[in-house]
């Protein structure tokens, strides 16, 4: 079974405006992280933001926020004032902290975004 | 630079011969993990290493593929007898241990290879 699943292949975005990239993921822990990449066409994988399974707040790191809602296993990335730097793949993550310590992240397709200018 | 360094970036080959990729991690990181991206795809888990001990294998990694960490430091994937399946991007990732670490990878920029 998929435990990371993103819907929107690809989304478009129109520069300073906001966009919502939608994250789902199935795991029967309680205690887990989540995570979210941007990859860009250079290949490298860049950390954007992170959420605890524990965290009460929504986590915020500048433009990006993550909309946790933990009864619906969703971990959405919100990012505000889109620049077209910001064009690339998005990738949402998991880790199940009761695996162990490896720390393995399990990745979903991505999320091809586009900023239109 | 003190980010992860794969090499090479690009590898053409032929079917059939081998090929060895290069993974420098972040130096105080002692976890280290191999990732394999084919197009349209997220990574997908290959290997793990914490220090030199090899301490999961997926089973994506079947027995032509080989990855060591002799030191703890650097480490090597090598692919024998390589199929035009093989042909992806294969990522290099690295962690620190500690109880405030959120778990985040640091990824290198991969080794694209190409198998004809």
């Known amino acids: 079974a998929q435990k990371i699943t993103q819907t929107q292949p690809g989304m478009f975005v129109q520069e300073k405006e906001a966009v919502t990239l939608d994250c789902t993921y199935d795991t029967s822990d309680q205690s887990y992280g989540l995570f979210w990449y941007k990859q860009p066409s250079s290949g490298e994988m860049i950390f954007l933001i992170y959420?605890?399974?524990?965290?009460?707040q929504n986590a915020t790191e500048g433009r990006y926020s993550l909309n946790f809602q933990k009864a619906r296993k969703s971990a959405n990335l919100v990012i505000s004032a889109s620049q077209l730097g910001d064009s690339a793949m998005y990738f949402c993550a998991m880790r199940e902290k009761n695996r162990g310590s490896q720390g393995n992240l399990i990745f979903g397709k991505g999320t091809k975004l586009s900023v239109k200018p | 630079d003190t980010g992860v360094s794969q090499d090479p970036r690009h590898k053409i080959t032929k079917r059939g011969q081998n090929v060895t990729f290069r993974c420098d991690p972040i130096?105080?990181?002692?976890?280290l993990y191999w990732y394999r991206q084919t197009l349209g795809q997220g990574p997908e888990f290959l290997t793990y290493?914490?220090?030199?001990?090899?301490?999961?294998k997926s089973r994506l990694l079947s027995d032509r593929f080989s990855a060591e960490r002799p030191k703890g430091s650097f480490s090597t994937l090598e692919i024998q007898r390589t199929e035009q399946g093989d042909s992806a991007m294969y990522l290099c990732?690295?962690?620190?241990?500690?109880?405030?670490?959120?778990?985040?990878?640091?990824f290198g920029e991969g080794s694209r290879l190409t198998v004809l």
């Open positions: 290493f914490q220090n030199e001990a090899q301490l999961e």
């Open positions: 959420q605890g399974s524990y965290d009460e």
């Open positions: 990732a690295s962690r620190g241990g500690g109880a405030a670490n959120t778990g985040e990878l640091f």
């Open positions: 130096s105080e990181h002692n976890r």
